[in-house]
């Protein structure tokens, strides 16, 4: 980070872009929880506030006066080192505080971390603070995403927005770009923030593949469906087709067969689904599935890092054939903190790129983000290998 005021501007711009988000919801819709995976934004307003009340304003501010001492059990979300939290089932049922008592709670925090920011430039407190503003903005992107969910398990199907688009279409032919053996190196070099799990910078090597320029679309995906792709079992794993039977999966999240057409909920509303759209909320087995259909595979993280600057990304996080396990010389560091991404590195997938979701200035191509295998509420969809 450059200079106090870059880092002040870059913290109230990222506080005030998740308010935003919020801005076409009703009252009703804050505290909302659907599935355990999906958070109310009531919850995703007072968590993101926590942590900078927790981990800076707690540490740095010795004249900081907490804003609520219950706070900390409401909108701790998984600190084992910080203590007791609300059990993440039960984040629906919190009724209070109330939606404006947690704005207010937003303001007094903000302001504070506004105060101290112009007087104490510690290094170790902006080392905070940047993963303070990254990890608002990963919650941005789970409240946009946490949002249609809520909306679109409402029997009404009420559109969030007129205005945000979810997808553009990508115009260039199909092609497969070839990639040749060799050592490629993986994982961030620059001095730019990055998560710990990007580190460190190692070599891989990688055999001869190719990989797709496009991400498939709703057209490919619906030719899948016809196909009988989620009857035959000889496509997916054996826990993907465990998954098949006991969900009753017939197709993407939020789309919706009426009269023998296929529709779609998006943010916008209930519409017929765009055959050249790339598809999306896909869950890991429904993507390796997908290639096994096409005589293709999904192509490992490395792959698909060595590739990236070849096409283009940005639209759907993609599914990786990859683990998400540490890369090599990883350090977990002490404390709370450490808590962030290593003690997750079990049985889960490697998502590359980004979403239409993501929030500016958060996305790269070393950033490694990780879902379990049967997950679609994001924005996910599929590149192909071979």
């Known amino acids: 980070m450059v200079s106090t005021d870059t880092v002040i501007d870059f913290f109230l711009e990222t506080r005030a872009h998740t308010e935003v988000i919020c801005k076409p919801l009703e009252i009703e819709d804050y505290v909302v929880q659907p599935i355990i995976d999906v958070s109310p934004p009531k919850w995703h307003l007072g968590h993101t506030t926590w942590f900078f009340e927790e981990f800076i304003l707690k540490t740095y501010d010795k004249s900081y006066q ?88 409402n029997p009404l199907l009420p559109k969030y927005s007129d205005s945000f688009k979810e997808y553009s279409i990508d115009k260039d032919a199909q092609v497969w770009i070839p990639m040749s053996e060799g050592i490629y190196e993986i994982g961030h070099n620059s001095a730019d923030f990055c998560f710990d799990n990007e580190l460190e910078r190692h070599k891989v090597y990688l055999h001869d593949y190719q990989i797709s ?32 039977k006991q969900s009753q999966a017939n197709s993407p999240l939020y789309w919706h067969e009426i009269d023998g057409v296929w ?62 396990l540490p890369y090599p010389n990883y350090k977990k560091v002490d404390g709370a903190l450490g808590e962030y991404n290593g003690k997750f590195m079990v049985n889960q997938k490697v998502l590359r790129g980004s979403s239409i979701a993501t929030p500016n200035k958060h996305a790269r191509h070393t950033y490694r983000n990780f879902f379990q295998t049967d997950l679609k509420w994001q924005f996910t969809g599929i590149r192909l290998a071979k």
């Open 66 to 153: 907490i804003f609520n001492a219950d706070f900390s059990f409401v909108f701790n979300s998984y600190y084992e080192t910080v203590g007791k939290r609300v059990v993440r089932a039960d984040r629906g049922n919190l009724s209070r505080p109330s939606v404006k008592k947690v704005f207010e709670y937003r303001h007094y925090v903000t302001q504070a971390m506004k105060y101290l920011l112009e007087s104490n430039d510690d290094s170790t407190l902006l080392e905070v603070l940047e993963i303070g503003i990254h990890h608002e903005k990963q919650h941005q992107e789970l409240l946009l995403t946490d949002i249609k969910y809520i909306l679109g398990n």
């Open 213 to 244: 320029n496009k991400l498939v679309t709703n057209a490919e995906y619906l030719d899948f469906i016809k196909s009988d792709g989620y009857k035959r079992f000889d496509l997916w794993h054996a826990a993907g087709w465990d998954w098949v």
């Open 263 to 324: 529709h779609y909920y998006s943010l916008n509303g209930l519409t017929e689904i765009d055959l050249d759209a790339p598809v999306t909320h896909i869950s890991y087995f429904e993507a390796f599935a997908f290639a096994q259909f096409k005589d293709c595979r999904l192509p490992t993280e490395f792959e698909w890092e060595a590739a990236q600057n070849q096409f283009n990304w940005g639209q759907r996080w993609e599914w990786t054939e990859s683990a998400y």
